[in-house]
């Protein structure tokens, strides 16, 4: 894959790559490990409205031009529902009831949908490979959110006994990230819309105040003790997730994200829940069950597929053509030679 980042130094360009990735798996990390002495919604708006604030006072200081006109707000409205709203409410919801690193791993099953709508809407090409990315992924997050009990039931034949339970469902925390991941991966593919009527980086900075605010409300009306509990740790943990893991992450991403191909990029988010697995058992000492386990594998190499499918394509390409021509080059051989050469008389 071949990604430049403008106006940065060649050097500069992997760490900027990685970086987004890096700082949203540690700070899964460090929301978890805040989250017993907080409230879900409290903490989304603490990881948006401060590190938008942070954004646009980057912004002014870069002398970023601010959004103008109807279109801009717009858009950039939609965006804030989208992957400020809505990403960080599921987000903060679910990871009250999944671990950081598994809930990584949901989120970040955002290349699939990303790939989808990058195909349809920017004429982004999937290919057989990236295609049959899609297939590993969809499985792969199956068996990551789907209950142990309903996997084994099926595979041992007696599906009838299934107990299905839409509100078990949601309440296992895994499927409150996947829609977080689907509400990423929509507002992720409107930052191309974004930025064709306001600069990347304000809007960043704009959509997480917009889309902050409203959690905040929302925490006002429905939880309580929302800081009353909270430790040095604890806020050095949500401080930790809104500089690094919002402003900081947010800003390089989408900025990134504006002119790059979306679905080579964004694909890099396998590194995301590996950082988050990484330092969940590290800190946290979270562990997986075995079929989640195989989920995550099946997931990293769907995303791995859909990254780099230009080059396996090309790869596959080049070994099939190189097994053909030697072929040909074989058949073209009189026979008389081929005998010679097996000494027959």
């Known amino acids: 894959m071949s990604l430049k980042i403008a106006k940065f130094p060649a050097i500069l360009s992997p760490f900027l790559l990685i970086a987004p990735f890096f700082f949203w798996g540690t700070a899964m990390v460090a929301m978890k490990g805040a989250i017993p002495q907080t409230t879900p919604l409290f903490m989304a708006g603490v990881r948006l409205v401060p590190a938008g604030a942070l954004v646009l006072g980057a912004a002014a200081l870069w002398k970023l031009p601010q959004p103008k006109g109807k279109k801009a707000w717009l858009w950039i409205g939609i965006f804030a529902l989208l992957d400020g709203l809505m990403f960080q409410g599921f987000l903060a919801e679910g990871l009250v009831r999944t671990g950081a690193g598994l809930g990584s791993v949901m989120i970040d099953s955002q290349p699939i949908a990303i790939a989808l709508l990058s195909s349809f809407l920017f004429g982004e090409v999937i290919g057989v490979w990236g295609a049959l990315g899609l297939i590993v992924g ?26 299905f339970s839409w509100q078990n469902l949601f309440n296992n925390g895994q499927w409150l990230m996947l829609l977080a991941a689907l509400s990423m991966a929509t507002g992720t593919v409107s930052i191309r819309y974004v930025s064709r009527y306001a600069d990347p980086v304000v809007a960043t900075g704009w959509h997480m105040i917009l889309g902050g605010i409203p959690l905040w409300m ?11 509990n909270l430790d040095f740790n604890g806020w050095m943990a949500l401080a930790y997730a809104t500089l690094f893991g919002s402003a900081i992450a947010y800003g390089i991403f989408f900025y990134i994200a504006s002119s790059s191909n979306l679905t080579s990029f964004t694909a890099l988010t396998f590194l995301t829940p590996i950082f988050a697995l990484l330092f969940g058992n590290l800190l946290l000492s979270e562990v997986l069950t075995k079929i989640q386990w195989i989920g995550v594998i099946l997931t990293l190499v769907s995303i791995y597929l859909i990254n780099q499918r230009e080059q396996i394509g090309t790869f596959w390409k080049e070994l099939t053509t190189s097994g053909e021509s030697v072929k040909s080059r074989q058949s073209d051989v009189p026979q008389s030679l081929k005998s010679m050469s097996e000494g027959k008389p």
């Open 218 to 228: 929302a925490s006002y009306f429905w939880e309580s003790n929302q800081w009353a």
């Open 138 to 163: 969809v499985a792969g997050i199956s068996l990551i959110g789907l209950p142990d009990e309903w996997i084994v039931t099926t595979l041992q034949g007696s599906i009838g006994n299934v107990a």
